[in-house]
């Protein structure tokens, strides 16, 4: 891999934003046909970094060197022409637009008339590269109508479009179920086989053993190893990360378990969710495993009352209970940590007083006053509690770290001591320290008897935090396992409807 | 989060796509119903007569609306513009179609400072062109001295209220207006960036569009069709009237809604702007043939618009 | 140095607004020797008063990142069917009763369109202007109704003490709005709301109905300033309001309150109130034609936004 020159070679960069020095001097260099793994917990300068190659920002200091010539990377088109292109985390197609437009947006083909585009040349190149990725979509489809895979696979298409050298993906798998990431990763071996470089950022170690060939790591802003990936060990990451060790990253102590919390029979919503039935105890962490779109979002969302139910029941403590919207579901003991931080959870201009004790205004109010000592308290007690590190109760929760945001949104639901506490997603986007804390109030809240709900893309979550698991597939549960049997080949078994275990 | 596979039923997705054309087939089939005179040539001749000019502005309205804004300040631009052409041709002297043209071009620079405000002031649509409402007006009165501007020459007059082959001038703009803005957003670039802008302008830009030069231009575009329909309605009034069009800027933005383009942006068609003014027309004709008060208008118009986007959203929801 | 900057920007960002009032109130003082007495500082306060109201209930209902159009026409529509109560013998409180009922109740139909058929707020109101306004049309026949008792009128013209009634009315609107937003949960909820309504909605909050009670209190503040209105023509027009719903959108604008809702406040709104009518004011002293009015008062909406943007 050494005997050319490296396709990019960054050095030196720093770049500082008021208050913060985001990049320090930092090294990264990639070699053509490799796919180099950037990996550091949030904040460690790796979407920085990115939108330096790509334009975004400019560096404050440092060369770029592109196919060893020094460049000057000035603006997103400046990272097209040269041949960078970079696949977002947040996906970036326009939903009302077709495929073809969205691969060609801003590059479409001239039509006869200066100003008027050749749609015919367009939607062929458009079909070209589609079946060159071996997609099966239209390129006629407008991007709304295809599944979140899909659309990602048509974001890989526009880079090769764009005849790319170089593709940077930020977490592309964070919205993509193992199947779904198994189809993205032999694209990428493909591509890599074309002698494109990838560099790839991702939160999942497992992904970087998998398709990787070397890694960088980051911490706080600066470059702190490049290695080959072979070289190193899942530990060994997440030591160079942190910069200290964690032990094992899925510590298990089982609880006691006590009476049922939730019983739920024939559970239907009409759309999605096909006759759901399950129990769950308190002082138990009961994981849901499932491609995207088995269910799982639909299933917790039904309990917490924002989609109605349709048929079945729902008993909570032994009792029967129609929850239609979320406020009873909170009277009745329920809290819901979502899946999408920013759409569902936070109230980016508020204070992280305001953030933590919105579901609970009932506690720190006198006939509908605020009183501001009391919600002081309580919030500060559970800043305090889940140390969520920021300077004051009146910080903007927009200047918060992902998983100090996540923070704040479990202790929303615990200034109510919830019994059910359903969380969705709950450590996406969050760095690999903050993960750990949040497992290890899963467990604790399980200790004081609360019954933990946990929907979770990544396997080795499910199989690491959880007492027992369920698995869903089109809407149905398709497999319960115990934590002592329950394997990664189980589990997708079931996921992908096969009918090992199959409950009733 | 949720599977993207529900099919459609078919009549949903034929109500879904042809909705705004099957409202304005059954308001016009129950004025054909309720009055012979309604479904006659002259009387169709007519209601294109009276949708012309607020049809030319919302199609203008439209490229606002597509890029997630919105053009409050059209009304006002229509009567600057109209006593504009007018002052210029009467006071000045300057000949009627100089007169006209540079009072095109003032529509078109109003029209500039909007989407400069809107671009290097950041400010949102709603509020620049709000301003501009104010202003405008203000400077017609001051312009006007608040009196109406007449005595403007047949050359003028005849843009309102002239006919080619049995056509009334003002339809012949409308359908030319139409033709442009057809062409434009389905196969120029500019168009397509329009609604890609509207869409989602973050990516558009990250796509290399300059999204603020789009966004500039459609309010360009609006500013122009405003003075044109200001033009054209001095024209047909003999005059240019101080206080021409005031509140015709909540029309404006009727039409494209009720033609199912979404307020949100990157959604819907100038053919639906036009269908959308042509329900608004054939209410206001066929309430008139039926002999319903004009008070009474007013409130059917209301109800027909929350209708309409009730239906446009409930048969979209359904998909 | 740069923290102190920025604690400068602070500075300015919180008392921007008041230092450029006082800032035109001290050239008006300077340009006119008329500006600077109580009779015209009362004059000022009480041709604020209507649009002051109005623009309380604008915004609550900005906040929540929705807009009114229709608090002009529901003003016309409310005070029309009081004054007709009141010429047809309607007791003084009841009348107000009624009159402040409808404002609420087309505030009411409002807020279920938009929360129950998720009609956008600008359509909905939109509608509900054009539909109130046709109903006072045809209420009035389009005439004017004349002559109220003199126990109403006192709304708009009696006084208490030394201080004008309306100006009472609308310093305890402002008051109790104030409380209600600043120091409530129900204030917090529309904040909330305005910033995040899926989060708004997952965090147990009763969206819907907190939309629906914004609007009605527009609704209902609309119609109390419809009453001092016509209690002070002692008649109402049925076209009584047209286009009030600008200038409250304007006074909100100036006053800093965000478009994109849950950010502002009650205190911006104010002293946006007081700028439009004090330059008005000044405009008059200083024989400025009133065809510069709305000159005026479009360049002053653009440069405070321009200056709340730059100071964000």
């Known amino acids: 891999m050494s005997e050319t020159t490296p396709i990019l070679r960054m050095s030196g960069i720093s770049k500082s934003f008021p208050g913060v020095k985001a990049l320090q001097e930092v090294h990264f260099e990639v070699a053509r046909g490799e796919i180099h793994a950037l990996v550091g917990e949030n904040g460690a300068g790796k979407s920085t970094l990115m939108k330096i190659l790509t334009g975004a920002y400019r560096p404050d200091s440092g060369q770029i060197a592109w196919h060893g010539r020094p460049v000057t990377i000035a603006s997103p088109s400046d990272s097209q022409t040269l041949g960078i292109s970079m696949i977002h985390q947040e996906l970036s197609l326009l939903p009302y637009l077709t495929v073809g437009q969205n691969i060609f947006l801003g590059r479409e083909p001239q039509g006869r008339l200066p100003g008027f585009i050749n749609w015919q040349a367009l939607y062929a190149q458009a079909q070209e590269l ?72 991702s939160h999942r170690l497992e992904e970087v053993f998998e398709i990787t060939d070397r890694v960088t790591v980051l911490r706080d802003g600066r470059h702190i190893d490049t290695r080959p990936t072979s070289d190193l060990t899942r530990d060994k990451i997440v030591e160079l990360m942190v910069g200290r060790e964690l032990g094992n990253i899925y510590p298990y102590h089982p609880t006691e378990q006590r009476d049922l919390v939730l019983e739920v029979s024939d559970l239907c919503d009409g759309r999605e969710l096909k006759n759901v039935s399950f129990q769950l105890h308190g002082g138990e962490i009961l994981g849901i495993a499932g491609l995207i779109g088995a269910g799982r979002t639909a299933l917790a969302e039904t309990l917490f009352g924002i989609r109605p139910a349709t048929g079945g029941h729902i008993k909570l403590a032994g009792q029967p209970s129609k929850i239609r919207s979320p406020k009873q579901a909170i009277q009745h003991g329920l809290g819901f940590v979502p899946e999408d931080r920013k759409q569902q959870g936070l109230f980016l201009n508020m204070a992280v007083r305001e953030n933590i004790t919105m579901s609970g205004m009932g506690l720190v109010t006198n006939a509908g006053f605020v009183d501001n000592k009391k919600a002081n308290g309580l919030a500060q007690k559970f800043v305090e509690k889940l140390d969520v590190r920021t300077p004051n109760l009146r910080q903007n929760i927009r200047n918060l770290s992902g998983g100090n945001q996540q923070k704040v949104i479990i202790a929303r639901w615990l200034t109510l001591s919830p019994r059910i506490l359903i969380l969705d997603e709950p450590t996406r986007g969050v760095d690999v320290g903050a993960k750990a804390e949040i497992h290890a109030l899963m467990r604790q809240l399980a200790e004081q008897g609360v019954g933990v709900l946990m929907i979770s893309s990544e396997l080795p979550e499910v199989l690491g935090v959880s007492d027992r698991i369920l698995v869903m597939h089109e809407g149905r549960i398709t497999g319960e396992l115990s934590r002592d049997e329950a394997t990664q080949d189980q589990i997708m078994v079931a996921a992908t409807g096969g009918v090992e275990n199959v409950v009733k | ?119 290097k002031g950041k400010m949102p649509p709603f509020v620049a062109t709000l301003a501009m409402l104010a202003v405008a ?81 459609v309010y360009v575009i609006s500013g122009l069709t405003a003075a044109l329909g ?90 | 140095m740069a923290a102190q900057t920025s604690q400068f920007r602070d500075y300015l960002r919180r008392y921007g607004l008041m230092l450029s009032f006082l800032l035109l109130c001290l050239a008006l003082t300077l340009l006119s020797d008329r500006f600077l007495t109580v009779n015209n500082m009362v004059n000022v306060l009480r041709q604020s008063t209507i649009n002051g109201i109005i623009a309380i209930g604008m915004t609550y209902v900005i906040l929540t990142a929705g807009i009114d159009l229709s608090v002009g026409a529901i003003l016309a529509l409310s005070a ?64 004017p109704i004349t002559g109220l008792p003199d126990g109403f009128r006192a709304l708009g013209t009696g006084s208490v003490g030394p201080v004008p009634v309306p100006i009472l009315l609308a310093a305890a609107t402002f008051i109790i709005g104030y409380i209600l937003l600043t120091r409530t949960a129900l204030g917090q909820f529309i904040f909330a709301i305005g ?91 200083l024989n400025v034609s009133s065809f510069y009015q709305p000159v005026v008062t479009g360049v002053v909406i653009a440069v405070a936004l321009l200056l709340h943007r730059a100071l964000r």
């Not at chain 1, 940077?168 to 993509?176: F, G, Q, R």
């Not at chain 2, 609604?195 to 558009?204: K, M, Q, V, W």
């Not at chain 2, 066929?286 to 209708?307: A, E, H, R």
């Open chain 2, 1 to 119: 989060m949720s599977s993207n596979n529900h099919t459609p039923s078919p009549l949903v997705e034929l109500l879904r796509r042809y909705s705004v054309l099957i409202i304005l087939i059954g308001i016009a089939a129950i004025f054909a119903l309720g009055s012979e005179k309604f479904l006659t040539a002259s009387n169709l001749l007519n209601i294109a007569l009276q949708t012309s000019i607020i049809a030319i502005v919302a199609m203008g309205m439209t490229f606002t609306i597509l890029t997630a804004g919105i053009d409050l300040s059209v009304g006002s631009v229509m009567a600057l513009s109209g006593a504009l052409a007018a002052g210029l041709a009467v006071r000045q002297e300057l000949g009627t179609y100089t007169a006209i043209t540079l009072a095109l071009a003032g529509g078109g620079l109003l029209g500039l400072i909007n989407g400069l405000l809107i671009v």
């Open chain 2, 230 to 319: 200001g033009i054209l309605l001095a024209a047909r009034l003999w005059s240019a009237q101080p206080n021409a069009a005031a509140g015709w800027e909540l029309d404006a933005i009727a039409a494209p809604v009720l033609g199912g383009i979404s307020l949100f942006g990157g959604v819907g068609s100038v053919t639906g702007t036009v269908m959308g003014a042509f329900i608004l027309g054939i209410l206001s004709n066929g309430l008139n043939l039926m002999g319903v008060q004009s008070f009474y208008q007013q409130i059917i118009k209301g109800v027909v618009l929350i209708l309409a986007v009730m239906l446009d959203l409930f048969t979209k929801r359904r998909r």
């Open chain 3, 80 to 143: 029309v069917v009081t004054a007709d109560m009141l010429q047809g013998g309607t007791a003084v409180p009841l009348a107000i009763l009624i009159g402040l009922g409808i404002g609420g109740a087309m505030g009411l139909i409002n807020g279920l369109i938009i929360t129950k058929a998720h009609v956008p707020p600008f359509v909905a109101t939109l509608g509900m202007m054009t539909i109130a306004r046709g109903l006072t049309l045809t209420y009035t026949e389009g005439r």
């Open chain 3, 195 to 285: 910033n995040n309504p899926t989060a708004a909605r997952f965090a147990g909050i009763s969206v819907n109905r907190t939309i629906t009670f914004v609007y009605v209190l527009a609704g209902a503040l609309s119609a109390l300033a419809g009453m001092i209105l016509i209690a002070r023509l002692d008649s109402a027009q049925p076209t009584a309001g047209t286009a009030y719903e600008f200038d409250a959108i304007a006074a909100v604008v100036v006053g800093g309150t965000s478009f994109a809702g849950g950010q502002g406040g009650l205190g911006g709104t104010l002293v946006g109130v007081l700028i439009i009518a004090v330059l008005n004011n000044g405009l008059n002293l």
């Open chain 1, 130 to 201: 589609l079946e060159r990725l071996s997609l099966d979509v239209k390129p006629r489809a407008e991007a709304r109508e295809l599944s979140i895979a899909q659309q990602q696979m048509v974001e890989v298409a526009k880079a090769l479009s764009l005849q790319a050298d170089l593709i940077a993906m930020d977490e592309p798998t964070s919205s993509l179920t193992d199947v779904e990431t198994e189809v993205l990763f032999t694209m990428m071996r493909a591509l890599k086989a074309q002698g494109v470089a990838i560099v790839f950022i």
């Open chain 2, 137 to 217: 007006r203000g400077l017609t009165l001051v312009y006007t001295d608040g009196r109406p501007i007449s005595g403007i020459d047949e050359r003028f007059i005849f843009l309102g209220n002239g006919e080619v082959l049995g056509v009334p001038l003002p339809v012949i703009f409308m359908i030319l207006a139409f033709i442009i803005a057809f062409i434009v957003l389905r196969y120029t670039r500019f168009g397509m960036y329009v609604y890609a802008t509207g869409g989602n302008e973050e990516i558009s830009r990250l796509a290399g569009i300059q999204t603020a030069r789009i966004t500039v231009g």
